[in-house]
């Protein structure tokens, strides 16, 4: 079995696990997954009670992961969620009690309900996998992932995200409303006790580590290449864009590439690749014009509009050993 099969193989248990869990859903764990493999971290932007929290227990569950939630309110401090040193009367010394952001799957719930000292706290995290209390610097354990919540209706009171820091998340993802049927089996499943709880971990550290190292080495050809560029580009010389997509995204959209290849079982990127990921990876990195809000029009319609518009290369024939 080839690595990229490996990390097929890994994928399948994760998703597996989770699904006797959460119904449906399946695209929106292969988001997190290419997020986690490439040590990213997810935005998840949703109404209430559509099951983000029970997604992201899921999630570390799976993974055999600790896994803490920081309920994010106007009044918590960088210290209530990086820890503190208190003085030990009986030692003498001041010790470190740890904050809950020193997990592996921190669910950063209502983010945006929290003042900006407090989420630049957690975004200084999330980019530099470390935390500094009282001048020492620990770092974060490996892995690490943030999954952060806000409710996009729901804006009285909060703090709103700059596009510095929204540029921070790797993607962007929308749960989104259950259809008839699948709710129909969340009632059937949840009706006589808790799934979440008999859930047991399928993945090793070892093994998410050697995955993680893994998705690097999926080849990328220079069209696709080009087809990450155009598309990054466009979004800055649209006339309806204020701010364009930055580098960062650019190597987001084409490192994710890598990781949504290898969790489909191939060693090379394909266009669909690409495509499947311009929105969540793209659309919550652009600003719009003053005049393009005030006549309605939303981020995720513009990247749609540029995805029509930017030609899709002509995928290369390959034997049929390279795809995984």
Request: hydrophobic share 45%.
């Amino acid at each position: 079995m080839d690595s990229m099969q490996v990390v097929s193989e890994l994928s399948k248990r994760v998703h597996t696990n989770i699904g006797h869990v959460m119904v449906g859903k399946a695209d929106v764990v292969d988001l997190l997954l290419v997020a986690l493999l490439c040590e990213g971290h997810a935005l998840l932007e949703d109404v209430p009670g559509i099951g983000k929290t029970t997604l992201a227990k899921s999630l570390a569950r799976s993974l055999g992961c600790v896994f803490s939630r920081i309920q994010f309110t106007p009044d918590l401090l960088p210290s209530d969620i990086t820890g503190v040193s208190v003085f030990n009367q009986r030692s003498g010394e001041f010790e470190y009690r740890a904050g809950p952001l020193l997990a592996q799957v921190v669910l950063a719930d209502e983010i945006n309900r929290a003042g900006p000292r407090t989420q630049s706290a957690l975004l200084e995290a999330m980019e530099e996998r470390q935390v500094t209390v009282d001048g020492v610097t620990r770092a974060l354990p490996f892995p690490f992932i943030v999954l952060a919540t806000q409710n996009p209706v729901e804006l009285e009171g909060t703090f709103p995200l700059p596009e510095a820091q929204l540029d921070r998340f790797f993607v962007r993802v929308a749960l989104g409303y259950p259809t008839r049927n699948e709710e129909r089996r969340i009632l059937q499943r949840f009706r006589t006790g808790q799934p979440l709880a008999d859930l047991k971990p399928q993945v090793e550290v070892d093994e998410l580590r050697n995955a993680a190292q893994a998705v690097r080495e999926v080849h990328v050809s220079p069209a696709i290449e080009d087809y990450v560029l155009d598309l990054v580009r466009a979004t800055r010389e649209d006339s309806t864009v204020l701010l364009g997509v930055s580098p960062r995204g650019a190597l987001a959209l084409y490192r994710g590439g890598q990781a949504l290849a290898a969790v489909r079982g191939r060693s090379f990127v394909r266009p669909d690749d690409v495509k499947a990921l311009a929105m969540p990876v793209l659309a919550h990195r652009i600003m719009l014009s003053a005049d393009a809000r005030l006549r309605g029009l939303t981020a995720t319609a513009v990247i749609e509009r540029l995805l029509g518009q930017v030609p899709v290369p002509v995928e290369e024939k390959r034997g049929a050993g390279k795809d995984g």
